[in-house]
């Protein structure tokens, strides 16, 4: 059965924080999320070329600690995941620097 992927509303908060660029780039990796879900690959933690439209992305999607996992497209924008069951639900969205720091804290 392949992952289901939902936002919490704490994700939607930290999208309203991110500028029109980092939004697009969000938006972009939960549908790569989505779209390598889909395909059943296995989760490797390593970069996977997934394929949107006429493109090409690598995305890493990672088990970081926990329940909690991150997924980014090389050098930008992290996500963070919480796993339960057979969902990934979105909790949030930020630079590096950032996502320790919501780590530190949660």
């Known amino acids: 059965m392949p992952f289901r992927l939902l936002a919490l509303p704490g994700y939607e908060r930290c999208l309203k924080k991110l ?22 690959l296995p989760i490797t933690g390593r970069p996977q070329v997934v394929r949107l ?29 919480r796993l339960e069951d057979d ?7 930020g630079n590096h620097d950032q996502v320790r720091k919501f780590l530190k804290e949660n």
Do not use: C
Not at 31 to 40: C, H, P, Y
Not at 87 to 93: G, I, P, R, T, Y
């Open 19 to 40: 500028n029109g660029h980092h939004k697009e780039i969000a938006g972009l990796i939960v549908t790569l999320l989505v779209r390598f879900f889909e395909s059943g």
């Open 87 to 93: 969902k990934h639900f979105l909790v949030f969205a």
């Open 53 to 81: 439209e006429k493109r090409s992305y690598r995305l890493v999607f990672k088990k970081l600690r926990g329940q909690i996992w991150e997924a980014y497209l090389e050098g930008h924008l992290r996500i963070l995941t």
